[in-house]
């Protein structure tokens, strides 16, 4: 995935990245090691898992965690790590919408946001909620030109998929 974003040189992109689920963990480190190197600022937004571990690993790839605010919707009452956010619910999509508004209102410099496994929303809101969400993010990050990044884990059923795949301005599959 480094490759495919170092190819898009634009002001602003958005890109949504269909992987397998095993392949999520790499694909988000991937992103994350590419806005390091280009001292970008943004957010991590991580629906699965806690950020803790993340952030162990990122430490030892050198990457500047102070240069990324993490959205975590596993709350690890244990975390002591810098930057994190929790997400109370992943029901309120508003919330998560304000919250995110909020980041790509502070930054005015070029900033990304990565939402890794969207697909787990599906757990708690319906395809067409989702859709929306989705829909007011890449917006936001379009007015904001903020780069944005949604993973989805390679699943049988693609209705999400084919609803949310013309509000990015490209679709990344990696087998």
């Not at 392949?23 to 994350?32: F, G, K, S, Y």
């Not at 102070?66 to 810098?82: A, H, L, T």
């Not at 109370?88 to 508004?101: F, K, N």
Request: a negative charge.
């Amino acid at each position: 995935m480094f490759l495919e974003l170092q190819e898009l040189h634009q002001e602003r992109y958005s890109l949504l990245v269909i992987t397998k689920a095993s392949e999520l963990h790499t694909a988000v480190l991937e992103a994350l090691s590419f806005f390091s190197m280009k001292k970008t600022p943004g957010v991590y937004a991580s629906l699965t898992k806690p950020t803790r571990l993340l952030q162990v690993e990122l430490q030892t790839k050198k990457i500047d965690l102070n240069s990324i605010i993490f959205m975590e919707g596993m709350v690890d009452e244990s975390n002591q790590y810098q930057n994190v956010v929790f997400i109370p619910t992943l029901e309120d999509l508003t919330g998560m919408t304000i919250a995110l508004e909020s980041f790509l209102n502070t930054y005015s410099l070029e900033k990304f946001l990565i939402v890794d496994s969207i697909d787990i929303l599906q757990l708690f809101n319906s395809v067409d909620l989702i859709a929306n969400f989705i829909w007011k993010i890449t917006q936001l990050c379009s007015a904001h030109k903020a780069h944005c990044i949604m993973m989805i884990g390679k699943k049988g059923d693609d209705t999400l998929v084919k609803k949310i795949t013309p509000f990015f301005d490209k679709t990344l599959y990696k087998t």
